[in-house]
């Protein structure tokens, strides 16, 4: 009996002690303007651009230690709920609608120039994604029940849309979340997938239209975010905007591109508007109670912190891993 019991506790050291030594917080670097932040794209380790409501943009140049915040003249009303940043000088930022618009910017942010403009009633921009330096797309909620897409192929210098003809059909009831500008994301070199939620929840990958088994049914449930690793493994977060704390039906893993999905051994701890994929089976995830972190591919989530963030992000080139919320907050995931 002292021998399995000692043998039990080994094993029991040796996990904690493994946990231990890769355990992850996040730490608050700053909070600026008394804006939500929703738009968030991380350059490298150094260069952090954000975007907000009153037309609030954030930009780093070293790794978050200091920011330079500025309001987009003319847009002190307009909510950028997404962003995309090239480098230190250009971005592109989204504002959600009624009108609907994308500006750019090639000088650091000092001035903007709008690069479309969208007044069609019920017009609401929900999400960018681009594959590279060039080629990009930003989608929106239905209009007459078709999905709102435009393309552009200059780095967002000029945006068109597809022909309506092409438009994916929604469901009634059934929408696009812009909690973090990531319901959208590339699957490859050419194609990118989105979700959806609302009446109804779906997967949208090539011409095929995925149930999703996450909660919905309500105008506040739903998909709001899609990671991705490999071209097939997915992670899809969402929940309930309206009960931050419920965890039913919250997460759900593809790992064959859709043809089937499981929920997650441990859920995240709540709603979650974003997940991101990080590195070998790591990811995060962030919502309106805190961040959790899988370590497993999503089949298991640890709650790391209780504070409140809508977007997470990687750097498209180096390690780093920023957060943002509402009141200006920013984060950043360290590994003690």
């Not at 435009?150 to 022909?163: C, T």
């Not at 965890?247 to 997650?264: L, Q, R, V």
């Not at 709650?303 to 180096?318: D, T």
Request: contains cysteine; hydrophobic residues 40%.
């Amino acid at each position: 009996m002292k021998f399995k019991i000692k043998i039990i506790l080994l094993f029991v050291f040796i996990i904690n002690g493994i946990h231990s030594t890769t355990a992850q917080t996040v730490k608050l670097l700053a909070e600026g303007p008394k804006a939500s932040l929703r738009g968030l794209s991380v350059v490298n380790d150094r260069i952090i651009w954000v975007s907000g409501s009153n037309g609030t943009v954030g930009r780093s140049l070293d790794s978050g230690n200091t920011w330079k915040w500025m309001t987009v003249k003319g847009f002190e009303k307009n909510d950028f709920r997404d962003i995309e940043a090239f480098d230190e000088t250009t971005a592109v930022i989204m504002g959600i609608g009624d009108p609907a618009y994308i500006l750019r910017t090639a000088d650091g942010g000092e001035t903007w120039k709008v690069v479309f403009e969208k007044k069609t009633k019920g017009m609401f921009l929900d999400a960018m994604e681009f594959w590279n330096e060039m080629s990009g797309i930003v989608v929106g909620d239905p209009i007459n029940n078709q999905i709102y897409i435009a393309r552009s192929f200059d780095g967002g210098m000029n945006w068109k849309e597809i022909p309506a003809t092409n438009y994916p059909v929604a469901d009634s009831g059934e929408a696009l979340f812009a909690s973090s500008g990531t319901n959208i994301k590339k699957i490859n070199q050419q194609e990118a997938v989105f979700v959806t939620g609302g009446l109804k929840s779906r997967l949208f990958i090539r011409d095929k239209k995925i149930d999703l088994p996450i909660v919905q049914g309500k105008e506040t449930t739903g998909a709001n975010s899609i990671a991705i690793k490999d071209g097939k493994i997915m992670v899809i977060v969402g929940g309930d905007f309206n009960n931050k704390d419920v965890i039913e039906k919250n997460c759900i893993i593809t790992t064959d591109a859709g043809k089937s999905f499981k929920a997650p051994i441990t859920a995240p701890h709540g709603y979650r508007s974003c997940v991101e994929y990080i590195d070998k089976k790591n990811w995060i995830s962030c919502g309106l109670n805190g961040v959790d972190i899988s370590k497993d591919d999503g089949a298991n989530w640890w709650w790391i912190s209780k504070e409140s963030f809508h977007v997470c992000c990687k750097a498209k080139k180096g390690r780093s891993v920023f957060l943002a919320g509402a009141g200006g907050r920013i984060g950043k995931l360290i590994t003690e």
